[in-house]
């Protein structure tokens, strides 16, 4: 067997052997891929190492940080196109370095959105609007909020949804 923490065998190697295992299962826990890992290698790698390995791995299967939120414009714009109506408002900042502006950078900072059909249904719920949030854990914390309302029938119908930097920040400056 090879000796734990072997140099050569970093996470990019490690990233090639468990591509085909996270790409059938994203949830797959470190415990699980060091077990495959030494069936394939008879190497033990470390916890860190696979944990590192795997983030590789879901980077290769679905983008990195920057690239999805470069995407979100596009995105955005192609919700709006699949579901008529559906009302979008991002906004998306200037990145400043040293007092001045890095050209062909923008950082994202909220977003709202609502679907059309939920625009519409709300006219037949009860005047009454929760809202309730969840915090968003990796690289970019932020907290994505959830406008919800009962219909008739006593039934939780989706209003809107946003994603702001904390819950206490007002998205007024939307419109």
């Known amino acids: 067997m090879l000796k734990q923490d072997h140099r050569q065998l970093n996470k990019h190697v ?8 996270v790409k059938t299962n994203p949830t797959v826990s470190i415990k ?9 290698m008879n190497y033990i790698p470390s916890y860190k190492k696979t944990w590192l390995a795997k983030q590789r791995t879901l980077e290769m ?7 999805s939120y470069a995407n979100l414009p596009k995105l955005l714009g192609a919700l709006q196109s699949c579901v008529p109506g559906t009302v979008v408002a991002a906004k998306i900042e200037s990145v400043y370095k040293e007092g001045e502006i890095v050209l062909g950078k923008r ?6 959105w609502s679907f059309s ?5 709300f006219a037949y719920c009860k005047p009454i609007v929760q809202v309730d949030g969840t915090w968003l854990y990796g690289k970019y914390t932020s907290t ?5 309302a009962q219909d008739g ?12 930097e904390r819950e206490t920040t007002l998205a007024w400056d939307f419109f």
């Open 14 to 21: 490690i990233a090639q052997i468990i591509h085909p295992i």
């Open 32 to 40: 699980m891929l060091i077990a495959e890992i030494k069936m394939f």
């Open 61 to 67: 299967i679905h983008g990195n940080w920057e690239e």
């Open 107 to 112: 950082m994202f900072k909220r977003v709202f």
């Open 117 to 121: 059909p939920c625009i519409n249904g």
């Open 144 to 148: 994505l909020l959830i406008a919800t």
């Open 153 to 164: 029938a006593n039934h939780i119908f989706s209003i809107a949804y946003t994603i702001v």
